[in-house]
T-cell receptor, first 112, second 116 residues
Framework: QKEVEQNSGPLSVPEGAIASLNCTYS??????FFWYRQYSGKSPELIMF????GDKEDGRFTAQLNKASQYVSLLIRDSQPSDSATYLC????????????FGKGTHLIIQP | GAGVSQSPSNKVTEKGKDVELRCDPI?????LYWYRQSLGQGLEFLIY????????KSGLPSDRFSAERTGGSVSTLTIQRTQQEDSAVYLC??????????????FGDGTRLSIL
């Protein structure tokens, strides 16, 4: 049974601070990792993806992957009120089993 | 169009009726996926297509659910004899190909299905 775990929150962060979102996954064979942002009533929007251990930066966003610990995180620097949303962690086993397994998401609130 | 297109955006139907949901993927994307998201729940994988083939049907909740894809493009998800527990947002996504690495999936706006 593939599982992806996230703290549901809400996670409250002051504007301008760093928001840190965490995710653990159960399937050690997982190969690709994705972060999606979902505003209320909207569909998920891809933020970042990562497949190698270490950090990957894109603008204010940094994804971090540690396969040994089965842990992936998303850092949002200089948080803005528009970053307030639910952040979904998704994991892809790869090798043909390509349906994503999603966590239930962390609700992030950026306080002005 | 530039993104994944789904129709209808909303569907209200009576219990026991059949419904058909449509997804038109991003042009050139060979892989297509169906998920559903129930209120307060995470996204649940249903089925994916590589071209017109569906290698993985493991997520379909019951035999009332079926999906097809023709011409390697548009896909339809059909739910027969709908039940109230089928009420959810049905999301379609597409990607360039399967194979795992670096093939992010891009989502459509979804179909909100309500079973009365």
């Amino acid at each position: 049974q593939k599982e992806v775990e996230q703290n549901s929150g809400p996670l409250s962060v002051p504007e301008g601070a760093i928001a840190s979102l965490n995710c653990t996954y159960s399937d050690r064979g997982s190969q690709s990792f994705f972060w999606y942002r979902q505003y209320s009533g909207k569909s998920p929007e891809l933020i970042m993806f990562i497949y190698s251990n270490g950090d990957k930066e894109d603008g204010r966003f940094t994804a971090q992957l540690n396969k040994a610990s089965q842990y992936v995180s998303l850092l949002i620097r200089d948080s803005q009120p528009s970053d307030s949303a639910t952040y979904l962690c998704a994991v892809n086993l790869g090798g043909g089993a390509d349906g994503l397994t999603f966590g239930k998401g962390t609700h992030l609130i950026i306080q002005p | 169009g530039a993104g994944v297109s789904q129709s209808p955006s909303n569907k209200v139907t009576e219990k026991g009726k059949d419904v058909e949901l449509r997804c038109d993927p991003i042009s050139g994307h060979t892989a297509l996926y169906w998920y559903r998201q129930s209120l307060g729940q995470g996204l649940e994988f249903l089925i994916y297509f590589q071209g017109n083939s569906a290698p993985d049907k493991s997520g379909l909740p019951s035999d009332r659910f079926s999906a097809e894809r023709t011409g390697g493009s548009v896909s339809t998800l059909t739910i027969q004899r709908t039940q109230q527990e089928d009420s959810a947002v049905y999301l379609c996504a597409s990607s360039l190909s399967t194979g795992g690495f670096n093939q992010p999936q891009h989502f459509g706006d979804g179909t909100r299905l309500s079973i009365l």
